[in-house]
């Protein structure tokens, strides 16, 4: 079975520093792995995802991830926050490619920036 | 990537009544999926809309709860029925582009009185 777990709830910084986000799945063969982002009142935006091609993965907005089988972990990161990155993040892994794609999502994680 | 557009935006319903939700999508799509963001909650898979043929229902969803149409590549609706202040959630649809990318809709705002 698949599963995704963002190790944390609520993240805080300040800007210009950077943005760690944790996420580690569990899945019993490769998986896709996706990391999607929702403002406010506003729907998902794929930020970048992660399908067995390079370990590390660059999305947009200066976010990458990096994909570490040993660890099982798809950790989000971004050198210099901006006041814009204050959304809610979801990590997402996918079920089966050959079952259409369905979504295992975590149960995301809220960024904070402060000035 | 896909364009995708919901409608409504947000609602406020009275309990018992139903509302039926519109996606539309710019281009042809096989595969298209309706979810329910329940506040302050992550997004849960309902079902998944297949032109041509019934919907595909996930545990602890049922059709008569939430019946999906699909008449062709571009466009499905959701329905709440018998809406209940429990189902005041974000519902949002989103289409498969390619092997395993999905893209979102803006999502519908439902409140139930």
């Known amino acids: 079975a698949q599963s995704v777990t963002q190790l944390d709830s609520h993240v805080s910084v300040s800007e210009g520093t950077p943005v760690l986000l944790r996420c580690n799945y569990s899945s019993s063969y490769s998986p896709s792995l996706f990391w999607y982002v929702q403002h406010p009142n506003k729907g998902l935006q794929l930020l970048l995802k992660y399908t067995s091609a390079a370990t590390l993965v660059k999305g947009i907005n200066g976010f990458e991830a990096e994909f570490k089988k040993s660890e099982t972990s798809f950790h989000l990161t971004k050198p210099s926050a901006h006041m814009s990155d204050a959304a809610e993040y979801f990590c997402v892994v996918s079920s089966s490619r050959d079952q259409g794609g369905k979504l295992i999502f975590g149960q995301g994680t809220e960024l904070s920036v402060k000035p | 990537s896909a364009v995708i557009s919901q409608k409504p935006s947000r609602d406020i319903c009275q309990r018992g009544t139903s509302l039926t939700i519109q996606c539309q999508v710019d281009?042809?799509?096989?595969?298209m999926f309706w979810y329910r963001q329940q506040p302050g909650q992550s997004l849960t898979l309902i079902a998944t809309?297949?032109?041509?043929?019934?919907?595909?229902?996930e545990s602890g969803f049922v059709i008569d709860k939430f019946p999906i149409s699909r008449p062709n590549l571009t466009f499905s609706t959701l329905t709440v029925s018998n809406m209940s202040p429990e189902d005041s959630s974000i519902y949002l649809c989103s289409v498969l582009a390619g092997s395993d990318t999905q893209y979102f809709g803006p999502g519908t705002r439902l409140t139930v009185l």
């Open positions: 281009s042809q799509v096989t595969m």
């Open positions: 809309a297949n032109q041509g043929s019934e919907a595909t229902y």
